[in-house]
């Protein structure tokens, strides 16, 4: 038997996650050192320069490269043109639409007030029914949105980079359109790929515009959000709270003025942590390297040109 036959030599590195070499062999691929491999798959989301370190010692026989969660930006010095480039987009948007709910409901509700309340006193909460949304991003996340939230019968407005239709949403804009259409919002929810042009893209002129009930839900990148813009907001009451997954710095170091606010829930990056995520990536790493060897577009396709 040739190697041809065995199908596409892959190396899953730094970490060989066990579901993750079983989900090479499933596709059809053999799992082999990073020196043979015509493909990689890598399974640090964090180490750039171990990649970049990799590819360069590899000599160019790198093929294609897997990456291992939808946010890349890390990985943006490395990307190049040579190579076919695939990320972890789309499939973990169930799990992060899942606690971007949670913290819309949490805002609302005013669930973070009263875990910590020490007496019988109602503070005051809206509905989530009903309630006018502006959701920024039109990727997986979104998508996944947009369906858990359908019972609520929310008025959702999606804005993206590319202001094609998409199903279940009251209407769609381009980023250009965003003050206007943050106007009176009750809720905005941050869930779109960190770029340069995205960094920053929700700050005072934006919270500002916001009605001072609302939540601002932030389940993509830290650094999409003006930090001290936010603080600004909620130290004045001009908006109702924040709900944040991701922060900028991050991790928030102790003592951050952020964790004074009783209206601000902040989790430690867990809407999809690596136990979440890896059966999802195993089935796309699967199906993916079937592709590769069948010659197929791949799933999560990497732009190199747009970073994400």
């Known amino acids: 038997m040739t190697a041809a036959d065995r199908g596409p030599a892959v190396a899953v590195t730094p970490d060989p996650v066990p579901a993750i070499r079983d989900a090479v062999v499933a596709g059809g691929g053999q799992v082999v050192e990073p020196s043979r491999a015509e493909a990689v798959i890598w399974t640090d989301p964090r180490d750039a320069d171990g990649l970049a370190a990799l590819l360069e010692a590899e000599g160019g026989h790198v093929d294609w490269v897997q990456l291992p969660y939808a946010g890349i ?14 990320c972890a987009k789309e499939i973990y948007g169930p799990q992060v639409a899942e606690l971007a709910l949670a913290l819309l409901l949490a805002g609302f509700r005013n669930l973070g007030r009263y875990a910590s309340a020490t007496t019988w006193q109602p503070l005051g909460e809206r ?38 239709p998409m199903e279940g949403v009251t209407a769609v804009f381009g980023t250009g359109d965003l003050d206007e259409v943050l106007d009176g919002a009750d809720g905005l929810v941050v869930a779109l ?10 700050a005072a002129a934006q919270l500002e515009r916001l009605a001072d009930h609302a939540w601002v839900i932030n389940v993509a990148r830290g650094p999409h959000i003006v930090t001290g813009d936010l603080v600004a907001a909620l130290a004045a009451g001009t908006i109702g709270g924040a709900g944040l997954d991701v922060t ?8 951050h003025p952020l964790w004074s606010f009783p209206n601000c829930i902040i989790t ?38 747009a970073g994400y």
């Open 73 to 86: 930006e890390r990985f943006g010095p490395v990307l190049d043109h040579d190579r076919t480039w695939s």
């Open 127 to 164: 509905n989530l029914l009903g309630a006018r949304l502006v959701l920024l991003g039109g990727g997986g996340i979104t998508a996944n949105l947009v369906r858990v939230l359908r019972p609520f019968g929310c008025q959702l407005t999606v804005v993206r980079r590319n202001p094609t």
């Open 248 to 255: 900028d710095p991050e991790p928030l170091p102790d003592g």
């Open 193 to 202: 790929a960190l770029t340069p042009e995205t960094t920053g893209i929700v």
């Open 268 to 305: 430690p990056h867990v809407a999809n942590t690596w136990e979440m995520a890896v059966p999802s990536l195993a089935s796309q790493v699967a199906d993916n390297v079937r592709r590769w060897a069948a010659g197929e577009p791949l799933l999560g396709p990497v732009d190199v040109h």
